[in-house]
């Protein structure tokens, strides 16, 4: 028995009967041959951050256009503190930990640069549309290394069913909702309040009361509490109470920070960038690096287009619209 099947032999005697077993997985696209050390899932997430899209994450936006400190987060710090959250979670239920790792480092890896911004301006003037959770299923599907990284079906679900009314077959693929919406709505208070865009004081009381009144005690509130309110049942909930503070805690942050914010000023800015180096693209596909023009025969212009633009960091789509719309200095 090799170590891979020791690992697998270990979740089926100790995990969650409503655990996602690595041995039972769905499997690939294209067939592997199995590895002596990792399992499928294992192999995923290893997969996911050696990628190109996961490194690039660091220089995308997370709510704060270019902010000038260090401790604003970044896609890639989000990302990170989403995985902790999921695995805390999935420890505390005993289900597959390596799976909802997979699932939280995968989960935006086809967002656009300057964050929502680019999305909505992506999906007003592409005749495809543009969901960044279809494309980061895109991406480990088909763009990065140009034919895809080809991850097990458990994982390409939880990505794609990570937001919204989307619904992940798996519970390590549901707890990705939850703990997406955990870190985004307290690390962005923080950031907020680190920008001078709301205060602490500003909070809702209630939500202060149910949750807590730092950072550090909301977040342990909301885990506890999913896993108090999950354990031994076929799916991810959280009570009631906690739900309706988390959901006015959200709103809160919409009403504050997300919209018409200070925060927000340059969102503008940012969408002419998105949208000016789309319509260029268009037009001129053959600008594109090889990767992408090479696509052309296969699939039609808007489509890689949206994939190139959606690929870029916000510094690289910043400097490339200098490079293709401002004109530079006349040196004799």
Known sequence: M???????????????????????????????????????????????????SFRRLKHKTQVFISPEGDHYRTRLTHTLEVAQIARTIARGLRL????????????????TPFGHAGEYVLNQICPHGFKHY????????????????????????????????????TLEGQIIKY??????INHDIDDAIRGKVISSDSIPAECIRILGDTHSKRINTMITDIIRQSADKPGISMSEEILNATLELRNFMFENVYIGSAAKNEEQKAQNIVAELYYFFTKHPENMPEQYSMMLDKEDTDRIVCDYIAGMT???????????????SWRK
């Open 314 to 328: 916000d510094r690289y789509a910043v400097n490339k619209f200098y490079e293709i719309f401002i004109p530079e």
């Open 179 to 184: 703990a997406d919406r955990i870190a985004y």
């Open 96 to 111: 597959n930990e390596d799976l909802t790792e997979a699932i939280a480092l995968g989960h935006d890896l086809g967002h």
């Open 2 to 52: 090799n170590v891979r099947e020791m690992t697998e032999k270990f979740e089926e005697q100790f995990l969650s009967p409503y655990a996602q077993l690595s041995s039972r997985s769905k499997g690939r696209k294209r067939e592997e041959e199995k590895c002596e050390i990792r399992t499928d899932f294992q192999r995923d997430r290893d997969r996911i951050i050696h990628s190109k």
């Open 134 to 169: 279809e494309q980061s299923l895109r991406v480990v599907d088909y763009l990065e290394d140009g034919k895809g990284i080809n991850l097990t079906w458990e994982v390409r679900d939880g990505i794609l069913n990570h937001t919204g009314d989307n619904m992940a077959e």
